[in-house]
């Protein structure tokens, strides 16, 4: 038997988990507090997703993959370099947009601890391949330079939540992009 279908957009009640947990983080969300941002039942929760740590699992899957498919779109650019500025850019006006919460729910949620490694070993793998391509100096230490640019972004979160505006978060990122390596041809 099929069972009742649900009586309401899974998707929307996804977006609208992720927005309560990134206001108020896994901890301090209660499910009362879902059900209410989410439009649903506790039993309708609680059927659709199981529970409030599947719920969170699913919703910051989500959440993670939008922001995978933006670090792609950076990875594109030409140079490391351009790669990191479109990304720093793209992280302070997300991280301030007045349509959002302020900040980045993967950045500063505990439990997301796998999204921030996998972002870090993509950053690396990007800057693995500036130094392929030759716009950055062979001896760069991409790991410290992933591990770098997960901390700044991690600081622009943190900045975002206690009110910071998007230029403050810009000179964040201008600040970041002054240390970083320029290319072998320009020494």
Same mark, same amino acid.
């Given at each position: 038997?099929?069972?009742?279908?649900?009586?309401?957009?899974?998707?929307?009640?996804?977006?609208?988990?992720?927005?309560?947990?990134?206001?108020?983080?896994?901890?301090?969300?209660?499910?009362?507090?879902? /059900?209410?941002?989410?439009?649903?039942?506790?039993?309708?929760?609680?059927?659709?997703?199981?529970?409030?740590n599947? !719920?969170?699992?699913?919703?910051?899957?989500? #959440? #993670?993959?939008?922001?995978?498919?933006?670090?792609?779109?950076?990875?594109?650019?030409?140079?490391?370099? $351009?790669?990191?500025a479109?990304?720093?850019?793209?992280?302070?006006?997300?991280?301030?947009?007045?349509a959002?919460?302020?900040?980045? =729910?993967?950045?500063?949620?505990?439990? !997301? /601890?796998?999204?921030?490694?996998? !972002?870090?070993?993509?950053?690396? $793998?990007? =800057?693995?391949?500036?130094?392929?391509?030759? $716009?950055?100096?062979?001896?760069?230490?991409?790991?410290?330079?992933?591990? #770098?640019?997960?901390?700044?972004?991690?600081?622009?979160?943190?900045?975002?939540? $206690?009110?910071g /505006?998007?230029?403050?978060?810009?000179?964040?990122?201008?600040?970041? =992009?002054?240390?970083?390596?320029?290319?072998?041809?320009?020494?």
């Amino acid at each position: 038997m099929a069972g009742r279908p649900l009586g309401f957009d899974r998707d929307a009640a996804l977006a609208a988990a992720v927005e309560q947990f990134w206001r108020t983080g896994y901890a301090e969300t209660t499910v009362a507090m879902l /059900t209410k941002a989410m439009g649903v039942t506790p039993p309708s929760l609680y059927t659709a997703f199981g529970d409030k740590n599947r !719920l969170f699992e699913e919703a910051s899957e989500n #959440y #993670y993959r939008q922001t995978c498919e933006a670090l792609e779109r950076f990875a594109e650019a030409p140079t490391a370099r $351009d790669a990191v500025a479109q990304m720093l850019d793209g992280t302070a006006r997300a991280h301030t947009d007045t349509a959002t919460p302020p900040g980045c =729910l993967m950045l500063t949620e505990p439990r !997301l /601890t796998a999204q921030r490694d996998d !972002l870090r070993r993509r950053l690396r $793998d990007r =800057l693995d391949r500036g130094v392929r391509d030759g $716009d950055l100096p062979p001896d760069t230490a991409v790991d410290q330079l992933a591990s #770098y640019l997960v901390a700044v972004m991690r600081g622009m979160s943190g900045a975002a939540r $206690d009110g910071g /505006t998007f230029d403050e978060l810009s000179a964040i990122a201008a600040t970041a =992009l002054a240390a970083f390596p320029p290319r072998p041809d320009v020494r």
